[in-house]
């Protein structure tokens, strides 16, 4: 069972399920209004008022049977999957867990950690890009709308969205299969990319990511290296 609370308005989805938890049960919050969401390492994450979903999930830690990287890969691939059977269009994970469609960012994912009464819990925060079409100030940002013209009524979208990952974490694979779909849908693996890192432009190909959360890289100036998330920047 699963507790799923709508809010009309919110600041962060994430913040505010810690004041909502159900320690018997998961929790999941919705809205569609969210004013102040917050993306990876601090990264702000702007919608604009109904025409997004940003949702969180609080989970305990003892019910996820695998590792912290493993659970960020499978909840990437869980959005992807859900999108992919919507759109039906080209979705990939641009490392580590932004949601390409057609080449544009249309959903983004930040999961923490948080100890409440001596209990540990995931939460797994998405921000959805649903009907909004101005991306004035984010030429990499699309939405499901403005990318495929599929409009979506954004309640059952919601409705959908959150029984669809509560069914794939009661069910969770093996971390060696989590994997191996994660890097079977990697945004431009095996392809020749640009990449800036220290300020300079070298070209590269992404070969894989790693059981530790790693990114696997084939520069043509310093060989083949891993790096962790905002250490190098992949231009597109």
Known sequence: ?????????????????LNLLNEDESTAVFTFNQTKGRGQY??????????????????????????????????????????????KATIKIKWPNDIILNGKKVCGILIEKKK??????????????ILQTDFTNLPKAGSIFSLTGINIDLQKFANDFHQNIISKLNEIPSEENILTDYNAHLFRKDEISVFQKNGLRQNGIIKNADSNGFLWIDLENEGHQKFFHKEIEMLY
């Open 116 to 129: 409440i009464n001596q209990e540990e819990f995931y939460i797994l925060g998405i921000g959805v890009n």
């Open 42 to 87: 601090g990264n702000a994450w702007d919608a604009f008022p109904n025409q997004n979903l940003a949702y969180s999930l609080a989970i305990k830690r003892s019910k996820i049977n695998i590792s912290d990287v493993s659970l960020n890969y499978y909840t990437a691939m869980i959005v992807r999957d859900f999108l992919d059977n919507l759109s």
């Open 1 to 17: 069972m699963s507790r799923f609370l709508y809010l009309d308005s919110c600041c962060s989805t994430n913040d505010e399920i």
